[in-house]
Structures are given as C-alpha cells and as structure tokens.
C-alpha cells in the first residue's frame, strides 16, 4: 500500500539547521500536492509548507524565509529544508501527500497519505 516515512528529525541547537525527508512508496500513479505539517506539545497541527506538483510552494508565515521546501518527484522524495532553528520549532514533523495510486486494472485512486512523523527538538 502506499505510505509515506519522514526522517531527519533530530535535537539541535537554536540557530541551527536540519534537513527533513519524506518518501513515498507504493503503487503511486501520480503525485500532486506535498506538504508538511508540525504539531506541538500542547497545540494544534500547524500547516508549515506545501509544493504542488507544478512548483507553486506556500510557508506559514512563521517560517518564511528560514525553511525551504523542495521536491524530487522521481524519487518521490519531498524535503524540507529548516535554518535558523528557534525553540518554537519544537514539534513533530508530518509529511502529507495528494496522492494517485494504482488501485485495480485500470484504476486510479486519489487521496491523502499521512506519514509517521519525525520529531524535531531545538534546545540548548
């Protein structure tokens, strides 16, 4: 079935930098929109980027300027790239994807995927 795992979650310092991924895998036909989501102790999921499959990419406003989202769709990878890490980062990092999947002899489903998550501490 299809499923999406994100990594590179770590603890690190206010300031620095962490590199996230998530890839998907499966009978996946097509891939539209990617997106991260982070979810904080106490808080509510918080929308942080998303790619559609034409380029177009949105940011919270929170993390404009200092996170970079990209995509390589042929190894249906999507990252995200977070700079100048403040302890407000502080979260589990989801991977959402709209994706197509092979669901029978000429058959297509479209829906969203959810990955595990990777947890991501800034602390010092």
């Known amino acids: 079935q299809v499923q999406l795992v994100e990594s590179g979650g770590a603890l690190v310092q206010p300031g620095g930098s962490l590199r996230l991924s998530c890839v998907a895998s499966?009978?996946?036909?097509?891939?539209?929109?990617m997106a991260w989501y982070r979810h904080a102790p106490g808080k509510q999921r918080e929308f942080v980027a998303a790619?559609?499959?034409?380029?177009?990419?949105d940011y919270h406003y929170t993390v404009r300027g200092r996170f970079t989202m990209s995509r390589d769709d042929a190894e249906r990878t999507a990252y995200l790239q977070m700079n100048r890490l403040t302890v407000d980062d502080t979260a589990v990092y989801f991977c959402k994807g709209d994706l197509g999947s092979f669901s029978g002899p000429g058959m297509r489903t479209r829906a969203d995927y959810w990955g595990h998550g990777t947890e991501v501490t800034v602390s010092s």
């Open positions: 499966g009978p996946i036909s097509d891939i539209y929109t």
């Open positions: 790619m559609s499959s034409i380029g177009i990419i």
